[in-house]
């Protein structure tokens, strides 16, 4: 079991992805995918636009995603690091206890 270094404000914008279902499918939507037009990602997801921005804006804010605007497209990149691989884990300790 590992330790990560986490600030308060990581750890509030950690459990405002991990307490949404929403936000925890664009998270490991992400994951699978590297980066998705949003259109395409909240699609997939199942939501509006609107809120995936909002979610993945938080996760951007602490580091987790990078929003990049180019050419008229708006796309989202999930970033490697010690705050992604901690909400990954997260997340498989999260569904393991919903299903036993």
């Known amino acids: 079991m590992g330790r990560f270094k986490v600030s308060p404000r990581e750890t509030a914008a950690i459990h405002l992805c991990l307490s949404s279902k929403i936000c925890r499918r664009l998270f490991k939507t992400l994951y699978k995918e590297k980066r998705m037009n949003i259109?395409?990602?909240?699609?997939?997801?199942?939501?509006?636009?609107?809120?995936?921005?909002?979610?993945?804006?938080?996760?951007?804010?602490?580091?987790?995603?990078?929003?990049?605007?180019?050419?008229?497209?708006h796309r989202f990149k999930l970033k490697s690091g010690e705050l992604t691989d901690l909400v990954k884990e997260t997340i498989e300790v999260l569904e393991e206890m919903e299903d036993g």
């Open 39 to 73: 259109t395409a990602l909240t699609r997939r997801v199942g939501c509006t636009n609107r809120r995936g921005v909002k979610y993945l804006r938080i996760l951007a804010g602490i580091g987790i995603v990078e929003e990049e605007i180019t050419a008229g497209l």
